[in-house]
């Protein structure tokens, strides 16, 4: 008796991976957050996460959700759903960017560079999380069904 389609279970499992680091990201940033740079862990762990789970994760979550796009019927929900993960990909994109450089900066022992991308980060992170939360509520109600 199949409940779920493969690729819909595979695409949830990538979605809580990807959330899953972005909630263990936040909680190393917010503790970090006063360290001297030199003596913070953040920049190389943030992005040894980003290289080896979260970015593999977000582009599982994406092949998975443009593959089931060709059999969708569409409705508020769903394009609000759809609109907010693809904003969501491309946030996160943005904000691995910021995390790649700012790690790059770290490793050149430039603190100018390194602030820069450290406070473009913190941006970028905010509207990025507001977007995986949106397509998960979205998500979570076209699940439950409204
Ligand atoms: C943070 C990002 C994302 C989250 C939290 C998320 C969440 C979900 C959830 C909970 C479902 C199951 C509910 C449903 O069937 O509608 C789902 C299905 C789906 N998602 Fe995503 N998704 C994300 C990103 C994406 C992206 C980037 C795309 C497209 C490129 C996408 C396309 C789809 C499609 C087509 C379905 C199946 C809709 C259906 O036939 O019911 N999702 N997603």
Wanted: charged share 15%.
């Amino acid at each position: 008796m199949m409940i779920m389609p493969l690729v819909l279970f595979i695409h949830l499992i990538a979605i809580g991976i990807w959330a899953g680091c972005v909630a263990t990201e936040i909680v190393c940033e917010i503790g970090q957050k006063n360290m001297a740079y030199k003596q913070s862990y953040i920049a190389k762990l943030h992005w040894e996460i980003d290289k080896y789970v979260e970015i593999p994760a977000i582009l599982v979550c994406t092949i998975t959700g443009v593959i089931m796009l060709q059999n969708v019927i569409w409705s508020p929900i769903l394009i609000t759903k759809v609109a907010a993960g693809v904003l969501a990909v491309l946030f996160n994109s943005i904000a691995a960017y910021t995390v790649y450089m700012r790690y790059h900066y770290f490793t050149k022992d430039n603190e100018s560079g390194y602030i820069k991308y450290h406070k473009l980060h913190e941006r970028i992170g905010i509207v990025c999380v507001l977007a995986i939360v949106v397509a998960l509520v979205a998500g979570g109600f076209r699940i439950v069904g409204s």
